[in-house]
């Protein structure tokens, strides 16, 4: 029990030095290699993600060795922390001596003026350093270790300031004969307390530290160094009077008791401090006692402008105080939000990568907070699309994703951008894994990592600015193909899956384009060949989906929505599965409106479908004659393959209204199908009387034989209905007193056969065949074959073929509406 109870309290104090070292939040690590080469290495002194040795190489690094090596200063390096320190106390020694020695002092002592030169020596040596730090990109975040870069932002920040405050003023007023005028460039040396004012900011940022605490050591800080100045500043305007005007000036008039001040430059030093100190709180906090007050007109003014400067000092140190009880500050809300997040870290004991990429990704997301969205949510919709459009367009306009894409598509995507900050070594993308946001590349660099099964990692590709990355899991719906890793600090702009989806829905023309884009970029890169297959896969896929949606709107009279899908470039000629185009419905339903619009757009009138139906024969066969008869106006025909079964199947039906839709829309009665039987024939012998009278007014004749030399009248007779074979012996006499031969050339004369020629042999290519030309069948196959010729102007012509490469040798073989092919000897 002894040995568990030891090993548990060795547990527990592990566990308490490791909670204690995740409550320090350091600046993120650069290190002095950003070559695309030694990426690795920056990711490992960005993050701490290195192995160790290279850490404590980067902790090592002699402060002085570097500069005489002429190697850059990393601002973690541990001499240069150390130095910041070192350099600090003087900061805050010259920040409060500068005021005193210029108010209490005319010309320092020996031992101050050896402690003020030591002093400027250091300040010397930090100036040289200075060259030689690097510093972080205000733009990039990226360190800058160039030596040049470094001296020339140094110059042009406040190298002058610093030099001149290191020159030895005091040396200076004594040589120059103890004028006046020198000992007010002192004041130069006041620009040092903003290394007070970074040492308070850091200390804010560290959770470590009560932010309470620090927050009142900053304020008491301001409070004393403002009552300081003003003490100094007070003395220094009741010295600059003669001596036998001492009376005459606010320390020389004063007598507190019955103790007097008349000879104040003779009073010890620190009494007349503490004197100056009191009359500066008091005049600052405004209580005014009366026992000391201002005497001459220059004290007055000074007082006045004190009085002024206090109230706004004032309501800075309320404000404060105010914010740090309602916690309202951003900075505290930084420190809360990390401290949770730590806490949650330690719970589940996360690794320290992990730990490193979240402590740095939140630091560097307060730093960054001018990117928030909260910062535009108060702006108008429009004001804030406007924004983003000359933020972000240029960059966008250059994706090659979105190649030929219209200015509207780009524009959409624009305003939904998110901008997102990532550090070296973050991993946005694991392979395998869904993914729902697609990113956009605008500054820094990454890179896509294959991983093997064995945990290998193999480099694909880099992706620098004006690249993309996840569009291939977004629209083709499959697994993140390739690890994405940040090499560089990167600036990227983010768009969510749905978002992109819903525009893509309005936008679907240049949704293909952005397919086919990624197709053409990708092609060199996809290791895996699914990928392009997937890819043109889901092209397919879409535009099946979008010819079902047009189909849709077109089938329920959408025509709004229609001319939406038709304006953002979807082909109106687009079949569905069954090769129906918009038009077919919209005739099959009637409706005139989209049939007309769609009339008006390049589409195929006479388009036929899996089934051999054109949109006019839909309009027929649902009643819509309104259609039909615009259909027909703009020439439509119906063009129905083996017309004669097709009538023959419609008088089977009994349908009398769609006979004569067919009949009265051109469709020639005497059509024959494989019997020969004419629809009069399947009529007579069904005994559809109705069918019949509709056939013989339309001109069917009663002398057509089939192919066991039946007529229709024959088949009336058979069938035995009376008033039929009335019709058909009536029809006979009217036809016979018009021609009084009944003979077969007769026939013909009364309803003669066409047949359609064409200028190729029937086996050729569809590619290869031409148009052809209707024509009535002679009594000769020699007439067809000329007449043939000499309308198709075919040179060298010489015999007609069938569909199935037969020779043609008598007429009587032909059927009227029959195919035929006019081919010469070679062919």
Not at 463 to 486: A, D
Request: proline share 4%; with cysteine; aromatic share 10%.
């Amino acid at each position: 029990m002894g040995d568990i109870g030891r090993s548990r309290r060795v547990r527990d104090e592990k566990a308490r030095t490791a909670n204690e070292e995740e409550y320090e939040i350091e600046e993120f690590r650069d290190g002095a290699i950003s070559s695309r080469a030694s990426r690795f290495n920056l990711i490992a002194n960005e993050l701490g993600l290195a192995a160790a040795r290279a850490r404590k190489n980067l902790s090592r690094q002699s402060l002085f060795g570097g500069i005489k090596d002429g190697i850059p200063i990393h601002p973690d390096n541990r001499w240069y922390r150390a130095w910041t320190k070192f350099i600090l106390i003087w900061a805050l020694y010259s920040s409060f001596f500068t005021p005193l020695e210029f108010g209490f002092f005319r010309g320092l002592p020996e031992n101050l003026f050896i402690l003020d030169i030591a002093g400027q020596v250091a300040f010397l040596l930090d100036i040289i350093l200075r060259f030689f730090l690097a510093y972080r990109d205000p733009q990039t975040y990226r360190m800058v270790y160039k030596p040049t870069s470094i001296a020339i932002r140094y110059l042009k920040s406040s190298f002058i300031i610093d030099l001149l405050g290191c020159m030895p003023w005091d040396m200076i007023y004594k040589a120059c004969g103890r004028k006046e005028e020198v000992r007010y460039l002192l004041w130069i040396r006041l620009c040092r307390v903003h290394k007070a004012t970074d040492f308070f900011r850091k200390m804010e940022k560290d959770i470590r530290i009560n932010y309470l605490f620090t927050r009142i050591i900053k304020l008491i800080f301001v409070e004393l160094y403002c009552t300081h100045t003003a003490a100094c500043i007070f003395y220094y305007l009741a010295t600059t009077l003669p001596p036998e005007k001492e009376g005459y000036t606010w320390i020389g008039s004063l007598q507190l008791g019955q103790y007097s001040y008349s000879n104040f430059r003779e009073i010890d030093l620190w009494k007349r401090y503490t004197t100056s100190l009191y009359f500066a709180i008091v005049t600052m906090t405004t209580v005014g006692y009366g026992d000391i007050h201002a005497v001459n007109l220059r004290e007055m003014i000074f007082v006045m402008i004190y009085v002024s400067f206090d109230m706004v000092l004032g309501a800075y140190l309320i404000g404060n105080m105010t914010a740090l009880i309602v916690k309202g500050s951003k900075t505290e809300k930084f420190r809360d939000k990390m401290a949770d997040v730590i806490k949650y870290m330690n719970r589940n004991r996360l690794d320290k990568d992990i730990r490193n990429q979240i402590k740095g990704h939140l630091l560097l997301q307060y730093e960054s907070r001018y990117t928030e969205a909260s910062v535009l949510q108060d702006i108008p919709i429009s004001i804030r699309a406007k924004i983003f459009q000359s933020l972000y367009m240029p960059y966008i306009e250059n994706v090659p994703l979105f190649k030929d894409c219209s200015s509207e598509f780009i524009n959409q995507i624009v305003i939904r951008l998110h901008e997102e900050f990532f550090l070296p070594g973050e991993v946005i993308m694991e392979q395998g894994n869904v993914v729902d946001q697609l990113y956009f590349v605008c500054l820094g660099v990454l890179e896509e990592i294959v991983i093997g099964e064995d945990g290998s990692e193999e480099t694909v590709t880099l992706l620098e600015p004006n690249s993309s990355f996840g569009e291939i899991s977004i629209l083709c719906n499959i697994p993140q193909p390739y690890t994405v890793r940040v090499c560089e600090l990167c600036r990227l702009l983010r768009l969510d899956k749905q978002s992109f989806s819903n525009i893509l829905e309005i936008y679907f023309y240049d949704g293909r384009k952005v397919l086919n884009n990624i197709l053409e970029g990708k092609e060199s890169n996809l290791r895996v060949k699914q990928l392009e297959s997937d890819i043109s896969f889901h092209i397919g896929r879409q535009e099946a989906e979008l010819a079902l949606r047009v189909n849709c709107a077109a089938y329920n009279g959408d025509l709004y929505q229609l001319k939406s899908l038709i304006r953002a470039g979807a082909d109106p000629n687009k079949t569905d599965y069954d090769r129906r185009s918009p038009l077919h419905l919209a005739a099959s339903k009637g409706y005139e409106d989209i049939t007309s619009f769609l009339i008006r757009h390049p589409v195929d009138i006479n388009i036929k479908d899996k089934f051999g139906n054109t949109p006019l024969l839909e309009a027929i066969k649902n009643g819509q004659d309104n259609v039909a008869a615009l259909l027909v106006k703009e020439g439509a025909s119906l063009n129905i393959d083996d017309a004669g079964s097709f009538l023959c199947t419609a008088v089977t039906k009994g349908d009398t209204d769609f006979l004569k839709r067919l009949l009265s829309n051109g469709v020639d009665p005497n059509s024959r199908d494989y019997d020969h039987r004419t629809p009069l024939h399947v009529a007579a012998s069904e005994g559809l009387y109705l069918m019949a009278k509709l056939l013989v007014e339309a001109g069917a004749s009663v002398f057509t034989k089939d192919r066991w030399g039946n007529t229709p009248l024959d088949e009336g007779r058979m069938c035995g209905n009376r008033n039929l074979i009335k019709l058909l012996e009536d029809a006979k006499s009217a036809q016979l007193s018009e021609f009084p031969y009944r003979s077969k050339e007769i026939t013909d004369k009364i309803h003669p056969k066409k047949c359609t020629v064409f200028p190729c042999h029937p086996w050729d290519a569809k590619e290869q065949r031409r148009p052809g030309i209707v024509l009535r069948i002679p009594h000769m196959v020699e007439a067809l074959v000329a007449t043939a010729a000499e309308q198709l102007r075919f040179v060298g012509a010489s015999c007609v073929l069938s569909e199935d490469g037969g020779k043609i040798l008598d007429v009587d073989l032909i059927n009227d509406g029959q195919k035929l092919y006019l081919i010469s000897e070679t062919q």
